[in-house]
């Protein structure tokens, strides 16, 4: 979890740690809940480095098959009167 907070932090994950603290701080000034809970998602994401980003989540994507017996395909020309 320590490590977790401590490293890794990108771009992305510092707007997004602004962005929830000060949506909790103008929840609280305004006491709105919404906001508050908003602020609380965006700084919950941007501490416990969790989430997507603009280039969508990290899924590991399966190591393909190298498939080296591929067929053959045949072409015929169809010609038109």
Known sequence: MWY??????????????VIGGYALLEAYRSSDVM????GVILAGMALLNM?????????PTPPRKSTNNTDEV?????HSK
């Open 35 to 38: 906001i508050g809970i908003m």
């Open 51 to 59: 989430g997507c980003g603009a280039q969508g989540c990290g899924v």
């Open 4 to 17: 977790n907070l401590t490293n890794h932090w990108g771009f992305m994950r510092i707007i997004r740690l």
């Open 74 to 78: 045949e072409y015929e020309e169809i």
